[in-house]
């Protein structure tokens, strides 16, 4: 069984247009993460819910709007597309909010904005 | 305020040779330690993780890293480097408190040649 799940793995748009990923943990976990990955590899954190709540917020663009239907699912909806938004895009979650926990990565989505 | 430094963008060692990858953490506190995996394509798998007591710890995959308070570093080591151990490879700093809990290093890059 996997235990962090993100769909779709692969994603090609076009600017301007709008796309969700879905994140889905059967870990039982209290926080789930979204991070960025960008072609440096370099890992950005983004947002992170514990218990559907928002607990991190970085600064990143309002186009960018995550969305915690329960705490098992974390989505990230995406408006108005822009080039610089192609990256790879990795759900996590972990037992709890504190830095305590390690963090269970899903397999990412990669995004390509044509 | 906290930051993970990886001062080897990439490293290249003949399969069967010994690894150590650098990690240096700036932290107020003895921090929550941590090293992640990320095979090509893949998402992060966690290592190992240090939080308290002994300073040698041991992963999976025969790694092991080496928690110095001194240096204020955590260094990954493997005694003899299989092909398949080619990968990308993150430091983590796990902060105590809640907020921002993780800071990822940059990743170092590593070759396996045969």
Redesign the interface.
């Known amino acids: 069984d996997t235990a962090v799940s993100q769909t779709p793995k692969y994603l090609v748009t076009q600017m301007g247009n709008d796309k969700s990923i879905k994140c889905e943990q059967n870990l039982g976990h209290d926080t789930m993460y979204w991070y960025k990955q960008d072609s440096k590899k370099f890992l950005k954190i983004m947002f992170s819910y514990n218990n559907k709540e928002l607990i991190i917020n970085e600064t990143v663009p309002n186009r960018f709007s995550p969305k915690s239907p329960d705490k098992a699912h974390l989505n990230l909806h995406i408006n108005s597309l822009e080039l610089g938004d192609s990256a790879v895009y990795f759900c996590a979650s972990s037992q709890g909010p504190s830095g305590f926990y390690e963090q269970y990565f899903g397999p990412g989505t990669r995004l390509t904005v044509t | 305020a906290q930051s993970v430094t990886q001062p080897d963008i990439h490293i290249t060692v003949s399969e069967g040779a010994s690894l150590e990858l650098r990690c240096n953490y700036s932290y107020g506190a003895t921090?929550?330690l941590?090293w992640?995996v990320?095979s090509p394509?893949?998402?992060?798998?966690?290592l190992l993780?240090y939080?308290s007591g002994d300073t040698l710890v041991q992963g999976i995959k025969g790694f092991e890293a080496e928690f110095k308070r001194s240096q204020s570093s955590f260094n990954l080591r493997k005694p003899s480097v299989h092909w398949s151990d080619a990968a990308?490879y993150?430091c983590a700093?796990?902060?105590?408190?809640?907020?921002?809990?993780?800071y990822?290093g940059?990743?170092t890059?590593l070759t396996v040649i045969p």
């Open positions: 921090p929550y941590f992640y990320q394509g893949q998402g992060l798998q966690l993780k939080f990308e993150f700093v796990g902060a105590k408190n809640t907020g921002n809990q993780f990822f940059t990743g890059s």
